[in-house]
């Protein structure tokens, strides 16, 4: 991409004079006689969720926020499209002048939409073929979305009969990107897909596209995953305290010394995930037995842990509350997860001078005194139960 295109586009993304045309040129479409569910079933994930916590504002805001978890979320599906052109950015399906499947499109708070101009100019020119599966063309950003998003939707295509040695689609930026590459070279499976790489200026007509949809934090999908990678038997024995380098991220602890002295006490060491290759953080966390988070993505990585034996206690900002590592760890049957609530990270004075507020970097603070009673409830929880938060239950479930 020219800086002219890079400039122009910056422009039309901060003014938003881009996104108010892409709305009403593009017509979203999900349904008719030419999209056709192979395989449809509809789930309810998180119907048994235990909300128990110390911590009474993160257990009402579960109680709320579940209520309404978009329905996107709970299904599982392979869709069969026909005639669907795939452009080479995101890898978003259109048909006809201007028509979006919104099943292919992986980002919908901030929705995305094909670049009008590009389709415009090359949608005659793409290169046919009879058949393909539709991987990924951006959910491949981070880690978080990786697993998330993207490699579970592998998990459903058992249930169905694919053509042999049909085209994976993935376009160029997601086929580089470490994370897919790292599980490449991990997974025999991964490796033999037919992947078709398709490259940035280059558009492709499908004649029937099929795409896969999994359950974000459904089990089946989860064990799928993991056994992709190939995990090697390891017995966790570290304590970890994984915090976040201020220096990289927008949130941080205001009294981390303070945080850190204290879980030293306890046998913790200090872990930041970003300063680690994925081979070693994927080590980290399969090593670790004891776990004191952070709230943010790398956070992800408990997929990686032991189940039965990790316990993880997760800090968050009483106002960035998130249900996603809850979630994520209780569909794994992870055996013990509670949380600590820091202070409202927005509701610091600026003028306060034990919080930074500079270059983006919000600071909050977590009591020491909380935090290091749910560590000594951790560290001596009974050995033949699950534990989320104050609910308990036997460990063979």
Known sequence: MNLFTRALRS?????????STAEKFWKRRNAGDDMRYLFYNEVDVIKDLPICFDEDIFSQFLRKDLDKWDIQSQVEYVLEIDDVLIEPERCLGTKGFNQLIEQTVVFTADYQYPYILPHILHRNKAKTLKAAVLYDGSATRNLYHHLIETVCRLSVLSKIDLPANIPFIVNRFVYDSPFFQYLFSRSPY??????????????????????PKALYFGNESWAFTRNLYNLD????????????????????????????????????????????????????FQETEYLVALTGMGLIQQFFMSYDKAHIIEIIPVNRLMPEYYCQAYSLGIKYYDV?????????????????????LKEYEVSIKKLENSVLKMLNAPVDKKIYGNFSMPLSK
């Open 233 to 284: 038997k390891v017995v966790p024995n570290r304590r970890v305290f994984l915090s976040r380098d201020k220096k990289r991220f927008t949130r941080g602890l205001s009294n981390e010394s303070e945080v850190i002295n204290m879980l030293r006490k306890y046998g913790f060491e200090v872990a930041y995930a970003e300063h680690l290759s994925i081979d070693e953080q994927v080590k980290l």
């Open 190 to 211: 991964f490796k033999s897909l037919n992947w078709l790489v398709q490259e940035p200026h280059e558009w492709l007509q499908i004649e029937k596209l099929y795409r």
């Open 11 to 19: 422009f039309l993304w901060r003014s938003k004079i881009g996104r």
């Open 340 to 360: 600590v609530l820091g202070e409202d990270i927005d509701g610091v004075p600026m003028s306060s001078s034990s919080h930074k507020r500079h270059d983006g």
